[in-house]
């Protein structure tokens, strides 16, 4: 069974930093293994939209709002997705969900909160 688990939110200041994590976990599920890892996120009354994206060849997509203040990237020896946030805006205030796939059969993760206020 496939288990995704994201860590690292929190309440932050506009202009601060968060490094989000998504940690997997299953027998014989690995991250390296993977088409696609993403993050998601959903504001209160909103759509979950999709963040950012990266594929097995390390090609990389996102949200053209978070461009130049967010990365997405892999470990697969730690089996793990990350997400680094930086210069957050009051905006980028969501629950972030890890999304992951394989052959179009998608996993996610249950969220981490992210709060950007002052």
């Known amino acids: 069974q496939v288990q995704l688990v994201e860590s690292g939110g929190g309440l932050v200041q506009p202009g601060e930093s968060l490094r989000l994590s998504c940690a997997a976990s299953g027998s014989r599920f690995s991250i390296a293994a993977m088409d696609w890892c993403r993050w998601y996120r959903q504001g209160p009354g909103k759509e979950r939209d999709m963040v950012a994206a990266?594929?097995?060849?390390?090609?990389?997509y996102y949200l053209d709002s978070v461009k130049g203040r967010f990365t997405i990237s892999r470990d697969n020896a730690k089996n793990t997705v990350y997400l680094q946030m930086n210069s957050l805006k009051p905006e980028d205030t969501a629950t972030y969900y890890c999304?992951?796939?394989?052959?179009?059969?998608?996993?996610w993760g249950q969220g981490t909160q992210v709060t950007v206020s002052s």
């Open positions: 990266i594929g097995s060849a390390g090609n990389t």
């Open positions: 999304n992951v796939e394989k052959n179009r059969v998608g996993y």
